[in-house]
């Protein structure tokens, strides 16, 4: 990773935390700031995850092929959506989004790797 992506990556949890903190502070931890910096670590963290695990299953020939791009086009839209969802409809609503997406996209991994050919 190169060290403007690692620059960006703490410049974004440093702009979290003061978010959230600020929030906090004002007795708003459910405010737009708060659910934005939320709904970033998920999906930052379901990318960390998918890779990781991708990595290890391409080494070790449980599976043929991983693209780590395009996790990447799958989670901003369903990024907003997850966002979008959360602010309008709440917790339970946004989980189910972000929980769809990671299906889908597992369902894509295994539709790539030839699982679903005949």
Do not use: C, E, K
């Amino acid at each position: 990773m190169t060290r403007g992506a690692l620059l960006a990556l703490a410049a974004a949890f440093v702009a979290g935390a003061v978010a959230v903190a600020a929030a906090r502070l004002l007795g708003r931890s459910g405010s737009r700031a708060s659910i934005l910096a939320s709904v970033a670590a998920q999906w930052l963290g379901a990318w960390v995850l998918w890779n990781f695990a991708g990595g290890l299953a391409i080494r070790y020939g449980l599976l043929a092929a991983y693209d780590a791009p395009l996790f990447a086009a799958l989670a901003l839209p369903a990024g907003l959506w997850h966002y979008r969802t959360r602010v309008s409809a709440g917790a339970a609503q946004a989980r189910a989004v972000f929980v769809g997406a990671q299906l889908a996209w597992l369902l894509i991994v295994l539709a790539r790797n030839g699982l679903f050919a005949s």
